[in-house]
């Protein structure tokens, strides 16, 4: 994600308001701090640090509030990650966007989740780990535009040369790619 931030988008030099759900610390080091940022942490686990302890399908911010947002691997673990998606929608200024990525396993055509599976073993087994509560499909895409969204999906492993992607220890398949879902309001 921070590969494509920096070659792909402004935010090393234009104002904008982000906010960053779930902040991953390498992320953080790199994006806390910019003078050209107001930059907001999220997060529902109160032990990690974070600027607004809250939860994504009820964010505590005006419509509109988000020029940029940051989401990574965090909506496979929210039960309802329909209401994430729409507040998701909500957040972003008109022309804002979200970058999310997810696990996704493109074998599968459509989501696969069961809100009875609450072993942890099986859910580990048929959602990737133990405290997912599905693994996306094919149907991610449609899912996020019925929330309202526009959404591009980007390999953007696929972008990096030979010397990056053996740097970075990539190596994808069906299950392990790291799409990019940029996503701006409809």
Known sequence: MWLYLQRETDVASADMRLLHVAPEEALVLRLKGRPN?????LD?????????????????FVSGSFDLILCSHVLEHIPDDRAAMNE??????????????????????E???????????????RFGQHNHVRMYGRDFVDRLSESGLDVD?????????GRERERMLVHTTALNREQLFICRPA
Request: net charge negative.
């Open 153 to 161: 999906s980007i390999d953007y492993t696929a972008r990096l040369d």
């Open 37 to 41: 940022v107001h930059y907001v942490r």
């Open 111 to 125: 989501t696969d989740e069961d809100p009875s599976v609450t072993d942890p073993k099986e859910r580990a087994r």
């Open 44 to 60: 529902v686990e109160p032990e990690r640090p974070c600027d607004v302890f809250g939860d994504l399908t009820r964010a505590p």
């Open 88 to 109: 998701i929608t909500r957040l972003l200024s008109p022309k804002g966007r979200a970058i999310l990525l997810v696990p996704l396993d493109d074998r599968l055509a």
